[in-house]
């Protein structure tokens, strides 16, 4: 079972490291152990960040078999995770701290849809409907502060504007990499993946907006040429 554990730890670490510190957690409460210098379980030996075990165009998934890493499981949580160090970028950027603590939230919400979607097979829906519900309310406060659209925008404004129409596209991405994955004969995934990456993207949409709307820039119209 250790033999086991390790290996998942390498797989799923490369693509989130985070999940690490939460998987020696585990650990300690299943064995009773008790945590050393490092921060892990008296002994643990500390893995490190490189492992060489994908240095051949393979990785292991969550509980899973060793596929290729362009495997359709792969490339929908690693967009997933691209998707969610934009955000990361986002937070970084001036004037966005009026939108801090949502997008602080949704970062940890496609950590856990990242690892649901690692984990073939998985029954544990950590991405629920009241997920999307809050997105949905999201959406509708943001939107009401609005112009009613009458015509195509362009993707432009304001740096934040700009960088959350980046993260918006992404987001798409992930979405069309998640109903690649749906496609595939005997597959699983998490049951509101679509509908959560579908409202985070037009919610995004709405936060461009409004990052432009509070910044006094006007949305910039597309026109045929």
């Given at each position: 079972?250790?033999?086991?554990?390790?290996?998942?730890?390498?797989?799923?670490?490369?693509?989130?490291?985070?999940?690490?510190?939460?998987?020696?957690?585990?650990?300690?409460?299943?064995?009773?152990?008790?945590?050393?210098s490092s921060g892990f379980p008296s002994g643990v030996e500390t893995m490190k960040i490189y492992t060489k075990t994908g240095d051949h165009g393979d990785t292991g998934l969550f509980g899973g078999p060793r596929v290729r890493k362009d495997h359709a499981?792969?490339?929908?949580?690693?967009?997933?995770?691209?998707?969610?160090?934009?955000?990361?970028?986002?937070?970084?950027?001036?004037?966005?701290?009026?939108?801090?603590?949502?997008?602080?939230?949704?970062?940890?919400?496609?950590?856990?849809?990242?690892?649901?979607?690692?984990?073939?097979?998985?029954?544990?829906?950590?991405?629920?409907?009241?997920?999307?519900?809050?997105?949905?309310?999201?959406?509708?406060?943001?939107?009401?502060?609005?112009?009613?659209?009458?015509?195509?925008?362009?993707?432009?404004?304001?740096?934040?504007?700009?960088?959350?129409?980046?993260?918006?596209?992404?987001?798409?991405?992930?979405?069309?990499?998640?109903?690649?994955?749906?496609?595939?004969?005997?597959?699983?995934?998490?049951?509101?993946?679509?509908?959560?990456?579908?409202?985070?993207?037009?919610?995004?949409?709405?936060?461009?907006?409004?990052?432009?709307?509070?910044?006094?820039?006007?949305?910039?119209?597309?026109?045929?040429?």
């Amino acid at each position: 079972m250790a033999a086991s554990i390790g290996g998942l730890i390498l797989s799923v670490e490369q693509a989130f490291p985070g999940l690490f510190p939460l998987i020696a957690a585990q650990r300690r409460r299943q064995t009773g152990s008790t945590v050393g210098s490092s921060g892990f379980p008296s002994g643990v030996e500390t893995m490190k960040i490189y492992t060489k075990t994908g240095d051949h165009g393979d990785t292991g998934l969550f509980g899973g078999p060793r596929v290729r890493k362009d495997h359709a499981r792969i490339e929908a949580f690693g967009t997933v995770d691209e998707l969610n160090s934009q955000l990361g970028l986002i937070r970084t950027l001036p004037d966005a701290a009026v939108f801090d603590s949502d997008l602080r939230r949704i970062q940890c919400e496609l950590f856990d849809l990242g690892a649901e979607l690692a984990t073939p097979g998985t029954r544990d829906e950590r991405i629920t409907l009241a997920h999307v519900d809050t997105l949905e309310r999201l959406i509708d406060h943001h939107e009401a502060a609005l112009e009613p659209l009458a015509c195509f925008i362009l993707p432009t404004g304001t740096p934040l504007a700009a960088a959350i129409h980046v993260a918006r596209t992404v987001c798409r991405r992930a979405e069309r990499r998640v109903v690649t994955l749906a496609a595939q004969l005997d597959t699983t995934i998490p049951a509101n993946a679509i509908e959560y990456l579908n409202r985070l993207g037009d919610l995004l949409f709405v936060l461009a907006r409004s990052a432009n709307h509070q910044a006094g820039v006007a949305d910039d119209p597309w026109v045929h040429p």
